[in-house]
């Protein structure tokens, strides 16, 4: 009898787990000002969303099945095939970050030429996560924080991996890497946060992006991939050293990443989408 309690105890927590999960979506709902037409968009931050519409947000039967402890390999069984093509965008900006460690201990260019083509490549699964996605109709309860991690990872991380590896490499350098990675952190971050704030139009797509999106990193990966097909990479870099072998030593061209990173976190800077 006991035993049986105890279930009973455990389903109603679920059941209130998976109540709690919904009433957030229905409040991200209701803050659009229309009462019923879903919010969550499962890939709204990628800048490839042009007229994309927006997806059903995920079912009780979902929420539970990602909640409960009843369901083995919970985790991989709540992936949508989305979530993958997504994962493969992580992986690219991760694979992008070893050619790079590569380039640094041999010197042989090819590796970074390959870390610049895995950046493209994930740029490709960022393109088709959210398009699979609408073709499936599925929506996905990690969709959307999976999407800002690996963009993160491909074109934070990875393009200031590239700099370093480059040339880019004094302390003052290194500095400015990290503001502008930092700055593709909270930009990521503050897109989660207020996605369901951002105006929107008749279809339910947000107006503007707010402060440059991340994928516009690729402009900075696409300068550096010209400087390694021209050799003017580490000694050869343009506009040479500042202050060389002296305190604040470092390399002017690094700051295009500190304006980009500015760029990112800007509140006032408003991209209307296309």
């Known amino acids: 009898m006991s035993e049986l309690k105890s279930r009973k105890g455990q389903m109603t927590q679920e059941e209130e787990v998976a109540r709690e999960h919904a009433q ?31 997806l059903e947000p995920p079912n009780k039967n979902d929420i539970e099945m990602f909640t ?8 991989i069984r709540n992936l949508h095939m989305a979530d993958f093509i997504t994962m ?5 900006g991760f694979y992008s970050i070893v050619s790079c460690l590569r380039f640094t201990l041999t010197n042989k260019p090819h590796y970074v030429q390959r870390a610049h083509f895995f950046i493209f490549l994930g740029m490709c699964f960022d ?23 690996a963009d993160l990872v491909s074109f934070g991380v990875a393009p200031a991996s590239v700099a370093f590896s480059i040339g880019f490499q004094t302390t003052v350098d290194v500095l400015v890497l990290s503001f502008f990675v930092l700055c593709g952190l909270a930009r990521l971050a503050r897109f989660n946060v207020t996605v369901a704030q951002l105006p929107k139009d008749s279809g339910g797509k ?19 991939a010209i400087l390694v097909r021209k050799e003017l990479i580490l000694d050869n870099l343009p506009l040479g050293v500042f202050r060389e072998n002296l305190l604040f030593e470092c390399h002017p061209l690094v700051f295009i990443f500190f304006l980009h990173g500015c760029g990112m976190i800007s509140k006032s800077l408003k991209i209307p989408k296309p």
């Open 206 to 224: 947000s107006k503007f992006f707010e402060g440059l999106p991340m994928p516009t990193t690729l402009a900075l990966v696409l300068g550096m």
């Open 88 to 92: 493969l965008n992580g992986f690219c």
């Open 68 to 75: 409960s402890d009843k369901y083995h390999f919970s985790m």
């Open 24 to 54: 957030v979506f229905t409040d991200n709902d209701e803050s659009d000002g229309e009462i019923g037409t879903p919010s969550l968009s499962r890939r709204a931050s990628s800048i490839f969303s042009f007229s994309a519409p927006q």
């Open 127 to 149: 393109f088709f996560d959210g398009r699979v996605a609408r073709l499936r109709n599925r929506s996905s309860l990690m969709g959307q924080e999976l999407d800002s991690l």
